[in-house]
């Protein structure tokens, strides 16, 4: 019986490493995609701050004539764009996944660590 615990924990323990590698590649492409998504909607507000700075009434005058008004204004085109509110709907997600993943990592993280101890000492009790 103890002979196959210990077989069972250091086959465990020699795979742990590959599946180390899986998450930490999948934590990688996430983070890589929620930066594309980030990425994007800097460019939307910055066409949208383009749009506002460029804005004039009919006399050729600034529609928006000081920051504070700039500001409020891409506020409120920015919470009414459905294009970046949907990016935003899933950089949060992304967001979540990659949390959700490195509880994973760390998991795996300690379940190496533990099967590490149990095969030392299993194999300190034939010594």
């Given at each position: 019986m103890e002979?196959?615990?210990y077989?069972?924990?250091?086959?465990?323990?020699?795979?742990?490493?590959?599946?180390?590698?899986?998450?930490?590649l999948d934590i990688l492409s996430k983070t890589e995609d929620q930066t594309n998504l980030e990425k994007e909607i800097s460019k939307l507000e910055a066409k949208i701050k383009s749009e506002i700075n460029a804005a004039v009434d009919v006399n050729g005058k600034?529609?928006?004539?000081?920051?504070?008004?700039?500001?409020?204004e891409l506020l409120e085109r920015v919470d009414a764009d459905l294009?970046?509110?949907?990016?935003?709907?899933?950089?949060?997600?992304?967001s979540k996944n990659i949390s959700t993943t490195k509880i994973e990592l760390e998991y795996v993280n300690n379940k190496q660590r533990n099967a590490r101890i149990l095969v030392d000492i299993f194999s300190n009790l034939g010594k």
């Open positions: 002979q196959t615990t077989t069972e924990l250091a086959d465990s323990l020699m795979s742990m490493p590959t599946r180390i590698m899986e998450i930490q600034k529609v928006f004539t000081n920051a504070e008004m700039r500001s409020a294009e970046i509110s949907a990016i935003k709907q899933a950089h949060e997600q992304i």
